[in-house]
């Protein structure tokens, strides 16, 4: 049976071509992952930083790891 993350809060960056999304996994579990898109390729968005797999007890713990890891996100 596959499972289905919920976006709880998704951040664009400057030019909409990167984000970070915060996410509910089915088990109460949160974490997030950065992508990025090419507007010219129509294949979507792609996971570039591999942080999905990381367990977070709430969206605030995962938001915080994000900001650690992710540069821009530092940038407010």
Not at 6 to 30: A, H, M, Q, T, Y
Not at 38 to 63: C, K, L, Q
């Amino acid at each position: 049976m596959a499972h289905i993350n919920k976006v709880v809060k998704s951040i664009n960056g400057l030019d909409d071509s990167i984000c970070v999304d915060i996410f509910e996994r089915p088990d109460g579990s949160f974490g997030f992952e950065e992508y990025r898109r090419d507007f010219e390729d129509a294949r979507g968005w792609f996971p570039i930083g591999y942080y999905s797999s990381t367990v977070f007890n709430t969206a605030d713990e995962a938001m915080a790891s994000a900001k650690q890891k992710v540069a821009w996100l530092r940038i407010d």
